[in-house]
Each structure stands twice: as C-alpha cells, then as structure tokens.
C-alpha cells in the first residue's frame, strides 16, 4: 500500500466572486497504511454542493472555512478496500465529508455505513442524502405543510428541488417550480409533475409569472435562490404563510452582501414566518424521511436528474458550473468504477 | 330675507348639518331673528365650535365630528391629507350599538392601514379614518350591550359610531380606563405575545428592542425583566433623552441613539455576545444592523416596519436577506396579537399581575381633542410619544 498516491484538490486561492479553475490545485499524496482500527477508502463518487462556496470564504459559516493549500471536504461515497476496523468490512460501502480526494484513511469516525440495496449507491449523494434531507427537513420541519397547501419551489429541478416538488406533490398539494431552461421546465411538468413551472430566464416579469402561477396564493416558499424569488414569494405569499430558506445561489458569490427585498414590511402584514435551516439541524427526520423516500422512489413517484463529470481532476469544473446552471439535478462526479465489481 | 342674513342662515345651517334635515332648514330660515341671533353669538364667540355645537342641541341633535382621509398619501403624512367634518350623530339599527368615543387609540399601523389591505381592509380616501377606540354605549339595540357597557371598538376618528354588537369586544370596568388601550390593550398584548410567543428568550439571552421608548417597547423591556431571568435588554431609541429615560424607568440595560450612532457599531460595543431575539418595531437599516449582529438560532419578531410606512416603499430591503437568515438559521417572524387566542387569558392576567407587583410601570402620553388626532399620529410617526398615545375625545 505504501507505494499507493491519492490525488486530491486543493484550495489554492479564495475564489473573489465567481470562482475560476485557478482558484484550485490538485496535489498528489502518499496513501498511509490503515493503522490498528483504522481502514482505507477509496472513494466512488463525490458531491459538489453551492453551499461550498461559502466555506471557500474566509468567513464565520455553519461550518468553519476551508484553507488555503489543504485539501477541499465534502459528501462522498466509497467502498472499503483494506480493513483493521472489526465494524467495518472490505467490501462495505461508505459515506463521509472526505471527498475531493480518491482516498483515505480513517478511524470510522464521522464515517457512516450504507445499504446498497437502497438504490444505485450514488443516491446517497442526492436523493437519499444531505439534498434530499434538506428537501424534506425543510418542507416539513421547517415549512409546516400540510396536505393540499399551495407551494412555491425555486431551483426546483436542482438536487433539493426537484425532491421539495415530489415530496409536496404527494401531499397533495398545488405546486409551481421555477427553473432556468425550458428543458429543466419540460422535466418539471411532465416527469416531476409539478402544476406549472416557470422558466425565470424567459418569462419577462417574475413577479406577474408568480402571481398568475398562484391564484389562490403562496403558502409555502422554499427558497433556494434568493433576490427576485424572495420578493415575489412574499407579494403572494398568505396570511400565515411560511418561506423555508434553504439558499441563494445567486448570492453566493457576491463579494458583499447585496440589497434584500424591499417588501419584507408584508411579514408584519400578513404574519409570515421565514426560517433559515440547514439540514444538519433536523437529523431527527432521518427515519420517517427514509420510510417516505423508499415508498415513493419503489411506487415510481420520485424521479431525479444526475449530471455527472467524471475524474477527480474534473470536479472543479463541475463545481464551477453549478453556477452557470449547466447541471440537471444533482451534479456529481464520478471518481473511479467500483474496483469491487 | 336680505342676502347677508340669508348666508348666515346657510352658514349655520352648513355648520350644524341642517341640509340634511330641510325641514329644520326652514324652520331656521323662517325665523330671522333667531338667524339674527345665533350670528352675533358666532362673531363675538372666542370657541366657534361650542356655538355650533349648541346650534345643534338647540335643534335636538349632537353633531357628529368625524376625521376623513382625504386621499391617500403616497410620501409623508400631513395634517393636508386628513379633513374634519361634522355629520349627524348616525343611529343605531337592530343587532347594533351607538357608541360614544372615548379614547382613540393611536398607532404605527394607523399609517400602514393607509399603504393597503394587511390584516385588515385598506382606508380608503373619503372614509372615515380608522381606529380602535375605547367607547361607551350611549344606546342599544342588541340584548349582549347595555347603556353605559364599556367596549373596544374600531369607531375611527369620529365622536360617535354606530357598530354591530359582534363586532364590539365588552371590556371590563378597570381604572384607569387608559390602561385597556396601552398596557392590557393592544401595546400589552403584541409586546407580550412578540416577545414570549414569537421571540422565545431563554433565561440569560440578550435582547434587542427597536422603538424603545414607544407604546410597545416601553413595555417590552418590563415584561423580559418580569418574564425572562438574567436576560439583557438594549434598547434602540431616537434621541439621547429617550434612551436616558429608557434606562433610569424602563429598565433597559443599554441604549443606542439610532440617530447619533452607527447601530452595528454600537450594537457590537454593548453586547459584544451578539443578538439572541430582536423585536423589531421599525425594520429597515435598523433591521440590517440587527442581522449582521444576530447570534445563531436568533428569532426575530417582527412587529412592525415604522421607518417602512411614513413614505414610498424603498428601493432595497436589508442586506444580509437571505443570505444571514439561512447561515445563522434565523427565523423572522411577523404576528398581530389576534394570532394567539389560546394565549390571551394568561397574557391579561400576568400583565395585570406584573402591573400589581410594580414590575411593570405604564406609559401613556394622552393629547386631548380629537381635533388633534391626525398632528398626534404625524407626531407618533416622527417618534414625539413616550409610551402609549392615545386621544382623549371626552
């Protein structure tokens, strides 16, 4: 093993507004022999997620920023090759922060085990991972729907999207999604079945799109977005209604803080409730979310989109273009095939 | 009838609303000396409204004095866009009460009612100008209310309504009768839902209150040093003496003049732990400054957006939306104190207890007449009220 290289990628620059492919390196490391209880990786599949903009800054977050010159974290999927570990087998699949990397070496600490029989094991990433918890956390938790409500779901094809607009779907409720190509719009309304989806790149005014979506009004608002979205949401939002905020792509690489709606004088008005949530706050939804995620991905009721880069040397370029919107659903990148097949 | 004496007669006539009764029109006008009369009491009289008002006594009717909205105002309000004008004292049908207006209740709302349907149906120019008042039944045509029944009631700004019962909310006879508008009226009931209902404070939290020294604020502070143990509580007011008064009466820890310091600056300096609940009375910059110091897991209650309503609405809304709300997790939100009915009978009965026990000191500015009420409310717009204002109409 000790002749075994791990590329990774590092950060090697703190990306000022849209990050470029400079702002990152790849690095070659020796992959260390698992020690006593320890195990070594190596990783199938990572995620690149908008929320990892944010630890890119040098700034007070939800979880700490990462460093120049150390080696990015984020979800990733792997399958155990060497073991020392008595709870951990060669062969089991894995789920843990240490991606960007192809390998790694661990104690089993922060590190969860996964049920390949779930579904392909690349849905730990999205649907049955850390999007599609954020999904139903914060419809739920967070959004208080109930049955038959009528929703409003940005980025609603995106990875958490696409899964809020099922979710509320089965539930019974009327749902308008909004996306940026007419493509994302079509798979909206056809495949995810939602009751309208708006193509906010084309429809001209957003505000007039949101309130002719919504005749009877807004009762939940799950925000990914932020800017024009918010605004229109609370214009048509109802009395007591409730924005879940999840995120704000379009912000995420502002270099300061931009202006916020100018009508947030509503929430008085109408009673509002707007929360922001991460889903790292709600893991007490884990058993029922899996229970309603199996019965509806088993009765074909939840679909999902992947987009996937493949190389490790490729997921900065896949990171980039969550950006540009050039993803369909989830954007992955695929790191090696599974050596165990 | 020479022409002068017949301007008179149509003069009084106009004053005490006679042209909508022509038969006491020509009763007046066919008696010139009584013309004659009441025109040279007019002129010597120093109080011209005690002559109209006793021209109307004398012809068996009250008059009814009412403040419209004459249109609505798109910038600042101004005495321009409020008129008084005197009617008939309307009269009560079957299911309705007439009630006699004691106190009107003045309020930021009064403002935002004007912008728009909120929680309730926007004031239209050319109607009577809303508000909930403290009123007095002085006849009734329902079994539920008695003469002399005391009720909560939105008479708006007139001397007298003539409201269906249902609509009608009986208060109790407590003294004084001031305190069923501020401290166990709406102020009491939306500083005390805003604060333990919305805003949630946990023993030892910091507390932040914009609008300090207004009706709701200067009761906010009270109820979190009753309610919450250990809690700080800053307050955020409009002039140096204020924020001095806040703190020597209400009981505020810290102050900040929003006027004469940059608030985020200010806000880092007397509470360097950060913000845990913020109750927000103005929105607006204050709101910015508020989230950028607001702790993790902070809640915002918003009451209400008083730098929003007395102006077009802004070009941008705070900074900081959504991006902070979703990485401190925050939560903001709005209410009215009618959201929490389960809640009501605790509520009144710990503000009455808090007020027995001295914890709770009640401010109330009462401006007499109700001829002032529009320069009362311009006046609370621009932050003048210490405390609950109120008009006193009787």
Request: with cysteine; hydrophobic share 40%; net charge negative.
């Amino acid at each position: 093993m000790s002749n075994m290289k791990s590329k990774e990628v590092q950060l090697a620059a703190r990306p000022v507004g849209e990050p470029t492919l400079s702002d990152f390196q790849i690095a070659e490391t020796d992959v260390a022999n698992p020690g006593a209880g320890e195990f070594l990786v190596q990783n199938l599949w990572m995620s690149v997620d908008p929320y990892m903009r944010g630890r890119m800054m040098d700034r007070e977050s939800y979880v700490p920023p990462f460093q120049i010159g150390e080696t990015l974290q984020g979800g990733a999927v792997g399958v155990i090759i060497e073991s020392n570990n008595e709870n951990f087998a060669k062969g089991d699949y894995v789920n843990s922060m240490n991606g960007w990397r192809e390998f790694y070496v661990t104690d089993g600490q922060m590190v969860n085990k996964l049920d390949p029989s779930m579904g392909p094991i690349e849905g730990n990433l999205g649907i049955l991972g850390m999007p599609g918890m954020t999904a139903y956390a914060g419809l739920f938790k967070v959004g208080a729907l109930k049955d038959g409500e009528n929703v409003f779901v940005s980025a609603a094809s995106g990875a958490v999207g696409a899964v809020v607009c099922q979710l509320a779907k089965a539930h019974g409720c009327y749902v308008v999604g909004s996306a940026g190509s007419d493509e994302k719009c079509k798979w909206l309304e056809e495949i995810a079945g939602v009751d309208k989806a708006i193509n906010y790149k084309t429809c001209g005014d957003l505000d007039a799109a949101v309130r002719d979506a919504f005749p009877k009004g807004i009762d939940v608002y799950f925000e990914n977005v932020g800017g024009a979205h918010l605004q229109a949401a609370i214009n048509y939002m109802n009395p007591h209604g409730r924005a879940a905020l999840c995120g704000m792509i379009e912000q995420y690489n502002d270099t300061s803080p931009r202006p916020g709606p100018n009508n947030l004088i509503q929430i008085v008005g109408k009673s509002l409730k707007l929360e922001g949530f991460i889903v790292s706050n709600h893991l007490d939804i884990i058993p029922e979310f899996y229970t309603e995620m199996a019965k509806l991905i088993s009765s074909g009721k939840m679909k999902w989109e992947q987009t996937v880069e493949t190389g490790i040397e490729n997921a900065p370029q896949a990171f980039l273009n969550l950006f540009s919107g050039a993803n369909f659903g989830k954007m992955l990148v695929k790191i090696s095939d599974d050596p165990t097949k | 009838m020479d022409a002068h004496k017949r301007n008179w007669a149509l003069f009084l006539a106009r004053c005490s609303s006679l042209n909508n009764r022509p038969s006491i029109l020509r009763t007046v006008l066919g008696d010139l000396d009584m013309v004659h009369l009441l025109h040279r009491a007019y002129m010597l009289a120093k109080n011209k409204s005690q002559i109209k008002s006793f021209l109307g006594k004398i012809m068996g009717q009250s008059i009814n004095r009412q403040i419209q909205l004459v249109e609505t105002p798109t910038g600042k309000l101004g005495k321009e866009h409020f008129k008084l004008v005197e009617g008939t004292v309307p009269s009560a049908a079957a299911g309705e009460a007439l009630l006699r207006t004691q106190y009107i209740s003045l309020d930021a709302a009064n403002r935002a009612w004007m912008q728009g349907a909120t929680y309730r149906d926007a004031v239209e120019s050319g109607q009577v100008m809303a508000g909930g008042a403290i009123a007095e039944v002085v006849e009734s045509k329902d079994p539920s209310l008695a003469v002399g029944d005391l009720v909560f009631a939105d008479t708006g700004w007139q001397d007298y309504a003539a409201l269906p019962a249902k609509k009608l909310q009986k208060l109790p006879n407590l003294s004084p009768i001031t305190h069923l508008l501020s401290v166990y009226g709406v102020a009491g009931l939306t500083a005390y839902f805003g604060l333990l209902h919305v805003g949630l404070p946990k023993p030892g939290e910091t507390i932040l209150v914009s609008a300090a020294a207004g009706s709701v604020g200067s009761l906010v502070s009270q109820i979190a040093k009753a309610a919450v143990p250990d809690c700080k509580v800053i307050g955020i007011a409009g002039s140096d003496e204020k924020c001095q008064w806040i703190q020597d009466e209400l009981g505020y820890d810290a102050a900040i003049n929003y006027k004469t310091q940059p608030v985020y600056k200010a806000l880092k300096e007397v509470a360097p732990e950060g913000v845990d609940v913020y109750f927000d009375n103005v929105g607006g910059d204050i709101l910015e400054a508020a989230l950028f110091r607001m702790n993790l897991f902070g809640r915002i209650a918003c009451c209400g957006a008083v730098s929003q309503y007395d102006g077009a609405a802004p070009t941008a809304g705070p900074r900081g939306v959504p991006g902070l709300i979703v990485t401190k997790r925050l939560n903001l939100r709005g209410f009215i104190m009618s959201d929490f009915p389960e809640h009501m009978e605790k509520a009144r009965a710990d503000l009455q207890e808090w007020v027995a026990a001295g914890k709770i000191k009640v401010q109330e500015d009462i401006i007499d007449g109700l001829e002032n009420t529009p320069a009362a409310l311009i006046g609370l717009l621009a932050g003048d009220n210490r405390g609950k204002r109120m008009v006193k109409v009787v």
